[in-house]
C-alpha cells in the first residue's frame, strides 16, 4: 500500500537546524511531484515548497525562501526538507506530499517541529 513516512521533526531553538525526510513507497515516487506543507497552531495549512519529479525545479513560500531547502533521491525513493534559521513561526506539524496530475496524490502523517527557546 501507499506510504508517505515523515521523519525528523522535533524541538530546536531559533536560529537552529533541522532536516526533515519523507520515505516513501507504494507508488512510483520518480513520477511525482513531491510537497512539503505545514500547519502552524490555530493557522491553516500551507505549502511550503515543492519539487518537480525529476528534481530539477523547486519553488517556496516566501516566508522560508533562503532558509528551506527541498531536495530529493529517486533511488531512495525520498524527500527531503532542510531547514536553517528556523523561527518560531516555523512551529508546526510538517507533512510531505505527493501529487500525480490533478487526482493522485497521496498524504502522510505529519511530523511535529517546534521552534522555541
Known amino acids: 500500500q501507499v506510504q508517505l513516512v515523515e521523519s525528523g521533526g522535533g524541538l530546536v531553538q531559533p536560529g537552529g537546524s533541522l532536516r526533515l525526510s519523507c520515505a516513501a513507497s507504494g507508488f512510483t515516487f520518480s513520477m511525482y511531484t513531491m510537497h512539503w506543507y505545514r500547519q502552524g497552531p490555530g493557522k491553516e495549512r500551507e505549502l511550503v515548497a515543492f519539487?518537480?519529479?525529476?528534481?530539477?525545479?523547486?519553488a517556496y513560500a516566501d516566508s522560508v525562501k533562503g532558509r528551506f531547502t527541498i531536495s530529493r533521491d529517486n533511488a531512495e525513493n525520498t524527500v527531503y526538507l532542510q531547514m536553517n534559521s528556523l523561527k518560531p513561526e516555523d512551529t508546526g506539524i510538517y507533512y510531505c506530499?505527493?501529487?500525480?496530475?490533478?487526482?493522485?496524490?497521496?498524504w502522510g502523517q505529519g511530523t511535529q517541529v517546534t521552534v522555541s527557546s
Open positions: 519539487i518537480t519529479s525529476t528534481g530539477t525545479g523547486t
Open positions: 506530499n505527493a501529487k500525480r496530475g490533478a487526482v493522485l496524490t497521496y
